[in-house]
């Protein structure tokens, strides 16, 4: 994203809230000059009700996985999303771009893809798998034996890095090992030898449960692999099972026929590619989204603060992508907002007045 920014010739600047873990919080005043904020991933409360009293345009950037969806029915979400009331929510799932929207708070969906990577050479004949094993509590390998059940793989590389924190994983059984010609690697100092262990594969096991976006198993398709994923968000977004690639039901796990993963990893890298293309076409309406004040798409539903000489008079607006405590300078309304909420009459008219001044606005460019 930054680079997108600074494409488009806007000058980004970075700042890291360790308030999360007893460190020092990013001061609201440090960017209160700034056209825009971006929260990204991650969000600190306002100290006022509404991050729009805080600052005209921010933006937040959440991720599927915070939410914890594949564990069934939610909680009620309304105070989560409430401080976000008249500011702007920049999606990268569907289902969370519904869910903001369900609240009814402005936002963009983006489906991101990765640029393309070269074809790999087709790997020797015969089925052959890898998998990430990274949260035993979650996705252990006893899930991936009982989907490849009624198949022999000719070889299955299990790498077996799990994520800090997790609990040690439980091996194939020798039997396994003797079946799928199974190996195990642990972690590597170089990545590029990763990637090498995994290009030899042609059925990829995606390692969690829910992604944020899901940059590994779209690594995954852009390399023409057969996705084998959990019907969980982000992947089933991306994957239509039988078509470019394999869902299964991780509560319930049944044996999966994997007959056709050539042609459904060549479905996913042309899917992937083609969706490439998509996320390059919508860049400009990306950044136009981002720098749009909230103001504008909240027209007569919020009163947002005008900043006057605190907003940055730069040529190319600077941007931050910052998640921070904020300090709300809540503004009383004015103009005509004051009288439609002093005056009974101004606001049981504002059907008729509202109309003519938004049609204003919008053809004097505001």
């Known amino acids: 994203m930054p680079e997108i920014?600074?494409?488009?010739?806007?000058?980004?600047?970075?700042?890291?809230?360790?308030?999360?873990?007893?460190?020092?919080?990013?001061?609201?005043?440090?960017?209160?000059?700034?056209?825009?904020?971006?929260?990204?991933?991650?969000?600190?409360l306002p100290d006022r009700q509404h991050f729009r009293e805080s600052h005209p345009n921010v933006v937040?950037?959440?991720?599927?996985?915070q939410f914890g969806i594949w564990q069934g029915p939610i909680f009620n979400l309304s105070a989560f999303w409430e401080p976000f009331q008249g500011s702007k929510v920049l999606n990268f799932s569907s289902a969370v771009h519904c869910m903001t929207?369900?609240?009814?708070?402005?936002s963009h969906f983006a489906r991101y893809y990765q640029p393309a990577t070269r074809l790999l050479p087709p790997p020797p004949q015969g089925l052959h798998g890898f998998f990430w094993l990274r949260r035993e509590l979650q996705l252990p390998w006893r899930v991936i034996?009982?989907?490849?059940?009624?198949?022999?793989?000719?070889?299955?590389?299990?790498?077996?890095a799990t994520d800090p924190g997790t609990q040690p994983p439980e091996l194939p059984s020798a039997d396994d090992i003797a079946r799928h010609n199974?190996?195990?690697?642990?972690?590597?100092?170089?990545?590029?030898?990763?990637?090498?262990?995994?290009?030899?594969?042609?059925?990829?096991?995606?390692?969690?449960?829910?992604?944020?976006?899901?940059?590994?198993?779209?690594?995954?398709?852009?390399?023409?692999?057969?996705?084998?994923?959990?019907?969980?968000?982000?992947?089933?977004?991306?994957?239509?099972?039988?078509?470019?690639?394999?869902?299964y039901d991780n509560h319930n796990p049944q044996p999966l026929d994997f007959s056709d993963v050539a042609k459904l990893g060549a479905q996913a890298r042309a899917g992937a590619l083609a969706?490439?293309?998509?996320?390059e076409k919508a860049e400009e309406d990306l950044v136009r989204f981002i720098l749009t004040p909230s103001e504008a798409l909240y027209v007569g539903k919020y009163q947002h603060a005008s900043w006057g000489a605190e907003t940055s008079t730069q040529p190319h607006p600077t941007l931050a992508p910052v998640a921070a405590p904020v300090q709300p300078q809540a503004l009383a309304p004015t103009g005509l907002r004051r009288l439609a909420q002093r005056y009974a009459v101004f606001k049981a008219t504002r059907f008729i007045w509202h109309p003519m001044i938004r049609l204003a606005r919008q053809i004097m460019g505001r």
């Not at 971006?38 to 969000?43: A, L, V, W, Y």
């Open 5 to 44: 920014l600074s494409r488009h010739g806007h000058s980004v600047d970075f700042f890291w809230d360790d308030a999360w873990r007893g460190g020092t919080p990013v001061a609201w005043t440090d960017v209160r000059s700034h056209d825009v904020v971006i929260m990204f991933q991650s969000f600190c």
């Open 60 to 65: 937040y950037v959440p991720m599927l996985d």
């Open 101 to 106: 929207t369900g609240f009814g708070i402005v």
């Open 145 to 160: 034996r009982k989907l490849i059940e009624n198949t022999k793989f000719d070889s299955f590389h299990i790498h077996l």
């Open 182 to 247: 199974i190996t195990t690697s642990t972690w590597f100092e170089n990545k590029a030898d990763l990637n090498a262990l995994m290009e030899r594969a042609n059925v990829y096991f995606a390692p969690r449960l829910e992604e944020g976006i899901g940059q590994s198993f779209l690594e995954a398709m852009c390399r023409g692999q057969c996705v084998v994923a959990p019907n969980q968000g982000t992947m089933n977004e991306y994957i239509v099972p039988g078509v470019n690639g394999l869902l």
């Open 275 to 279: 969706g490439r293309a998509s996320w």
